[in-house]
């Protein structure tokens, strides 16, 4: 079951521009996980925030948390074209450290 | 160099054929998963181990099979059952307690 669903699905800016992606959930979360995808690669870990915190940041990278809207969002700031990436949110509700991943934005950043 | 190393980077499947991809881990991980990703889609849980010698469903077990006998190993069978098992796989491991999955490359595979 997908407990994420991001938003916008597909995302084209130029560089040097900010990139904004939103993630909402359906149930109680423990914390929420943003990954990065290239094409044909594996996932690479960004950022990790917790239930109890709001906003985290991490280089060019905020990621803000709104338990009562079961909602988060992603900011890449400057972006430049090796941003250029598929971006997951991923829920972890506790159990199992299983996550629940969101259908992803893709992020096109053009020179 | 510590990593999740997946095998075969490409793998075809003919009808009625059992498939094995192979998922290894240096990272001392206690806990390992495989997801299974369609096209423009997430990723779909399809097992997972927390612990050597037990292993759990996720979302989408039904046509695979795993084995965790060793710590850093944690092989996925597709079946001849799964009858649509065309899909890019992706094996995960982290430490348990909410924290971060570190992932392997993915196996793609295709039926021939």
């Known amino acids: 079951s997908q407990q994420g669903e991001e938003d916008p699905q597909a995302l084209s800016i130029q560089e040097g521009e900010n990139a904004t992606m939103n993630c909402s959930y359906k149930t109680s979360i423990n914390n929420l996980q943003w990954y990065r995808q290239n094409s044909g690669r594996g996932l690479v870990h960004l950022i990790l925030i917790r239930s109890n915190e709001r906003e985290k940041h991490s280089g060019r990278l905020r990621v803000t948390l709104d338990t009562s809207k079961k909602s988060s969002s992603l900011l890449i700031t400057a972006s430049r074209a090796a941003d250029t990436a598929s971006y997951f949110c991923?829920?972890?509700?506790?159990?199992?450290?299983?996550?629940?991943f969101g259908t992803g934005t893709r992020l096109q950043v053009t020179l | 160099d510590g990593g999740i190393t997946q095998s075969p980077k490409y793998l075809f499947r003919k009808e009625g054929q059992n498939v094995t991809l192979s998922c290894e881990q240096n990272l001392n991980h206690d806990a390992m998963y495989w997801y299974r990703q369609d096209p423009g889609q997430g990723l779909r849980l399809i097992y997972y181990s927390q612990i050597v010698n037990d292993f759990q469903k996720g979302d989408i077990a039904e046509g695979y099979s795993v084995s965790r006998e060793k710590k850093e190993s944690f092989p996925l069978t597709v079946t001849s059952a799964q009858k649509n098992p065309t899909a890019f796989y992706l094996c995960a491991a982290g430490f348990t307690g909410s924290q971060p999955q570190h992932f392997g490359d993915g196996t793609r595979l295709s039926i021939l």
């Open positions: 991923a829920t972890d509700t506790g159990t199992a450290s299983k996550l629940t």
